[in-house]
């Protein structure tokens, strides 16, 4: 086993760090033909589903047919590329045909189900927009002392622990280490470097304004 030591003072803060928020996601052509998407499409106007329905997630997302985006989870979402052409409109789009106004995720490194809800009353549902900025915010939130002490094996906390310092590396500045360092762990940091968003199936046991889903990377 590494004898690296756990210093709790760099990994827990006493403050968590605020939640990031953007704009805007990037809309820059890449090099490939998107499905058609948009108005017509089977994600424009549905009602909520019924329960048992079955769930259909946007090809944005969905890891059955390879997702439309080059993303790292432990990265800002303004970092990801597209890998098709896909326009501004598409990110306002459901997250999945029929919509819900809440989606569950899980993801097998993770303790804790991620729960992704809409960013507007106007629409009362959970848009791709809203799932990815979604999912990068839940994924910053600060790890608790008491629950990186509840990990059951040694072996994995040298590993969440390693996840982090590699994550502190990869700032470009001495600065931005320094600032990243003073954050603390995170919970991106439980998956130990498999954050390369890889789509979303959606699971079986859905309610009629919720869906389950598994969140499927690579490192």
Known sequence: MPGKHVHFDDMFPDTPSPAYSISSLPSTPGPATPPPLGRGSPYDN????????????????SSATGPLIYYD????PATMKPLANIPAHQWNEPATSPPVASIRVRHPALPWNITILPSSKAFPFVSVRDFIEGLY????QTVLEPEYESVPYPELRVAIHASFSQRVKRQATPTAKSLEQAKGLKRVDFMQGFTIFKGIDAREGGSV???????HTSS
């Open 46 to 61: 549905f009602p909520l589903p019924n329960v048992g329905e079955a769930i259909y997630i946007h090809p944005i997302l």
């Open 73 to 76: 989870l432990a990265s800002l």
């Open 137 to 140: 915010r839940n994924l910053r």
């Open 209 to 215: 304004d919720s869906v389950v889903c598994t969140l």
